[in-house]
């Protein structure tokens, strides 16, 4: 790797020294020929030979990508385009989503057709597995979806998008508030989000343990609430957004 830059910057060194030649050559040529006004006309030949020579620079040394940029994740928006979706659906609640076809997707149980205020209601739960995946706890995933329900207290109304965030973002507080549960906790930024399904969203993007990245919508349905729950490592995580959007925007409630 090191001896091909130093080829190149020795080709570069070339380049540079050929076009300042060629600017001179021509110049002194022609200098007794050229009236004073005729300068601007020597800088002009200059310059364009300066271009000339950026042109073979960038095709030799193309520009490299910025640091923060990952390129593995142009591959994964490809594969995102033409990826195989399996459907899912809950008769309990009537909602549906498609979810990638090589995901895995299981029910993690608890309490069903939940009726209480803010008790939580397993749904599905949807993950791309390790190599040498735990079959008993499929929590442990390269990157994982879980839907959720939850019922909303009778004294709260809600009748805005300002309202729903107010909402959430109080809930979120109380989270916070409470070491106990957010001891490994780092919360990035809550905002309200593109509808889906035709429905307020509200989204949550956070830090776990230093090292899971996460990304919570809150999706307002009347009296209830639906939560997708996504998370990846902090590696994987930018790589498999495409496929998490895709899974998660394709949540719909009813027929």
Known sequence: ??????????????VILAAIGGGYYYWSKNKDENKIGDD???????????????????????????ENEDIQSKEFKEKEATVKMKDFYN?????????PADWEETDLGGAKN????????????FYLPEAEVDENDPRTAIVSVKLLRFVIEESVEISSLDDWYNYMKSKIDEF????????????????????????????????????????????????????FVTKAPNAYFANYLPLIQKTVNSFRVGD
């Open 1 to 14: 790797m090191n001896d091909n830059k130093n080829w190149i910057h020795i080709v570069i060194i070339v």
């Open 40 to 66: 601007e006309y020597i800088k002009q030949k200059i310059q364009e030979e300066l271009s000339k020579m950026q042109t073979t620079i960038d095709q030799i040394n193309p520009p490299e990508a910025p």
């Open 91 to 99: 008769k309990d609640h009537n909602v549906s989503m498609q979810y």
């Open 114 to 125: 939940v009726a209480t205020p803010l008790l939580r209601e397993n749904i599905g739960f």
């Open 176 to 227: 916070i508030a409470n070491p106990l549960l957010s001891e490994n906790y780092e919360l990035l930024e809550i905002k309200k989000g593109s509808d889906i399904d035709g429905k307020w969203t509200i989204v949550e993007d956070y830090i776990e343990n230093k090292l899971i990245t996460g990304k919570d919508f809150y999706i307002f349905n009347g009296d209830e609430f639906y939560q």
